[in-house]
RNA sequence: UGGCUCGUAGCUCAGUGGUAGAGCACUACCUUGACACGGUAGGGGUCGCUGGUUCGAUACCAGUCGAGCCAACCA
């Protein structure tokens, strides 16, 4: 492309020097200027959305679907990660000319949404959603959408999200709501939904219930409470008989219908039938049965059983036909309701009651009555909403269930635990185990929530049927229902319906009265048909999303060239929510699983080890590592978030602890190129800043190379790599052939989803061998006379430069465009691409890996170290030229170091080099002298050392390469070591005590001639 | 209670059946014409502990201690 464009809005007009004049690099890498500069040209040029015509041709494609987002949030460092890594992945390959779909979305995110938009309102205008009703909720979750939906957007393309936004898809766009339709009909034709009342985990602030997989559990001190019901006699009189039981939820005895023993326990044997008195309701029937669940060793070994509020007392209830006794309404307060209808006793007093406010109360009231027996400090588990935080209620409702079961069996045999061959690979390996066990234990899945904001369940009720349905349940149940009543009322329509759909028998409901319909009838006759009012579950819409995108149930073009994907990467913590959901979904429903590989990274976490969370004051905004922060900032900044009173002095002393300096800007290149190098499988990321800092270093070195490159790698025409192979030095066999054993690594390290050892091969490629060796070797060749050597060097270098902006684009790809359009030579080499973006990926070229190369270049470092460690011990400038004699082993070492001869002079400070070789040297009186097995290095020093310094430098070598050596003798010491370990093992050991030997010879001559 | 992961340099982490590496931090010297967000050299670890397998273990096995995560019906 031309450089002649007009720069974007925003920029300088001098950061856009064309490559062909004089390079306007400054000598800092500015991460903001680069990063504003490319991203736009990217999308104008299109280069985001796959090459069709290559997918139409049947070349493979690789296909990522990102984790969408909530379309409320903002960036964190989990999004910051997953973008660094799909990116990554989806840039390597478009680079590879796979064509290339990472599909971006936002999820309409259900539950935390609403929440949201409920406290603003609240906030606000002093109201809740029920004070607006449903439309107008609903409009205003839309505008807040609208109003914040493209934040996070915009905050995926600053990280340099190369996904295609042309395909970009929200959960609850119109394609999407036809996939949720679909889907959800398709399963209730199949029987694989049903309605039933359960217990499920109800959250009382949120006011809906919640999945098995939103509810955390926390360990929490607690105590085990006593008290004692009295039991009767068989007359029903009370005796002074009694029964102790524990709890650690004394109210829910509001709701005790019995007392449970175990069968076999002496001690409650023969009060096993016998009936109790309630003390709050006399004339509820409250017995003692026998259930083998119950531990004789636990708590006193009787346990009050309440159905309607404990999961385990609801299965023992089923089983020995107790009553469901609701306490609570649903935002967890004692139902009035309750007192009236268990009539003639007391109780009326806790009416209203929130429940920790009548735990309160009841323990105090039956203190009174003189029936409490103690307590005990208990640690137990408590469960608690994931997404409000309160503590969740077993409560008693109706919702709709997904049967999971073959869903399950299909998801254990796609990844190969079945046997046979996986279809879908989990990565790292050790998830597996997870996904069995999850997979193993599942249970149905409840997808109702009693939320507004989400996909309205298409299940249509057939109000002309309210009537047959009702007589039918009554008559079945052989008495006069609630619904029965309020039909004889006078009571019709969507009111008596909302009756009857509370105590109508479920498979009455599903067989007769509702059905699901892709078509909103509702809307086609509202005089018939009433919607269900419930939503669905987010997870179910995030289950399509592998072909909701792609346009399925219609037959697109894009659901047949791009399903199924390619890699599924996203944060193990949503393994179950969302993984689990689409292969299920996707098996079921297209026959195949959505992915070939699930790569799950790891969780990011503060320095030290613990989760990333805005309550603790340690979540870290992914902007202000890219774009740096002040102290003050940070501090003011984390002041907004809600952390508890009593933490919220430590933490801020520990940011300004921690951050004294703020944060340095990293760039989005910084961050990307830090959280990859931090994550290894199978570990935590541990985002440290200084090591943050630590890379945006690498990436200024990377942008000064270049500069160098340019400012001193000649000027003229590029050639080619063969144009120039004869003439060829040293240095250039070398950082070549280092080149392509990095390219090989890398290349590899992607494919095997090894992301620190991409950063960590290209660091030390680039900054080791690269600026460290080479460019300080190629200032000899540039700078000397001898042309070829020269022109090679500019080749090699531009090379180089050209390879490993390619190498690290997917990682880094601001940085790297921007200097790949700056090489001369660029548009020759590769004429018709205009980006780096989509440059070829590179490839080994076989003929450059130089062994030999490599091989003598080590010696020449080597040579170079012992002079300059003898140069820095002895206390002499580095800058002060030295007479250095270099004593080698063979004529083979004389004969290499004679080739660099010049090279190693500069790359040393030396002023006069003799290479000689041992035979009839001797070494000059005054000299610092160290040795290798391979040479002897003797700096003159004639007046510049003090000997007695000298003398402890070398002693202590000594010591230390005789401490090496007598660990390699005492191996060798043992027969069974040369028996049997194997011959190059014992071969490398020789050669090296050799070698050994060789230096200590030399060190002691050396330590002799300083008398 | 079960499962999983991790204990390696001051810190954050790689690593391999053959006697340990990186970055940062530290010490000394160097404002040298790419880069002080730099250069050169250096110091620093009995690889959590105890056993076992092996010629040889930081690595494999068992146990143990410690840290963390996940899943759980002991009220």
Redesign the pocket.
Known sequence: MTTSAAPPPGTTPSAFAPATTEPE?S????AKTVEARWYQRWLDAGIFAPDMVAARAGKKPYVIMMPPPNVTGSLHMGHALFVTLQDLLARKHRMQGDPTLWLPGVDHAGIATQAVVERELMRHEKKTRHDLGRAAFLDKVWAWKEKNGDRIVEQLKAMGASADWSRERFTMDEQCNVAVNEAFVRLWQQGLVYRGERLVHWDPALLTSLS??E???E?KD?E?WRFSYLLKDDKGETTDQEIV?????PE?MLGDVAV?V?PEDERYLSMVGRELVHPFFPRRRVVVIADA????????????I?PAH????F?MGQRHSLPLINIFTIDARVNAALFAADAGGGGGEFAGLDRFEARKRVKARLEELGLTRGTQP?K??V?VSQRSGVVIEPMLSRQFFVKTKGFADEALKITGSHGGVAETRII????Q??WD??MN???DWNVSRQLWWGHRIPVFYDLSKLDEVIEADANRKGTTTEALKAQTEGLTGKKLLEIALRCVDDELVMTKLALASTENLEAKDPGRYAQEEDVLDTWFSSGLWPFSTLGWPNDTEDLRLFYPGSVLETG??IL?FWVARMVWFGKHLMGKSPFSDVFLHA?V?D?????MSKGEGNALDPLDVINGTTLSDLLQKTKSYPIPEKKIERVLKGLEKEYPEGI??AGADGLRFTLA????????????I??A?????????????????L??GGTGPVKSIDATRSSFQLADRFILSKLQRTIETVSMAIDEY?F??VA?TI??FF??D????Y??LS?TALEGSDEAARSAARTTLLHVLDSSMRLLHPLCPFLTEELWQQLPGRAERWPGIAFCAVAPWPVVDAGLIDVQAERELALL?EA???I??V???A?????KPVDVDVVAVDAVVVATLLSVRDVLSRFA?IETLNIVSRAGYTAPKLSGATASGNFEVVVHLEGLIDPAKEKGRMV??ID?ALR?LQ??Q??FE?????????VD??A??KA?MLALDEKLLRLRAALKRLG
């Open positions: 690099l000598t800092q890498w500015d098995d997989e509810v955390e559990h360990e607690g085990l039981v524990a709890t650690t939820r829910t449970a175990h669940y119950v531990d004789r060793a636990f708590g006193t070994g009787a346990v009050k309440t404990d999961p385990n007392d299965e208990i137990h588990n469960s790292p390996e050790y998830w185990k997870t066990h999850f234990n599942i249970r193990s913590d179950f969780i976490r320095a030290y080890g613990r989760k340095p800007a190098a931090l994550s290894s499988q199978g570990r935590d990321v541990k985002l440290s200084p090591r800092a630590g890379y945006r270093n690498f990436l200024n070195k990377i942008w000064n190379a270049t500069r160098f490159a400012m001193k090894r620190d050892a960590n660091y030390s900054w080791n690269f600026c460290d060796v460019i300080e200032k470092t170079a170290t012992l300059r460690n140069r820095q011990e206390g002499l400038s580095p800058r400070v202590r070598e230390r090496e660990g390699l005492k191996r043992n027969p069974d070591f040369v028996a049997k370990a194997p093992v014992v490398e050991g090296n």
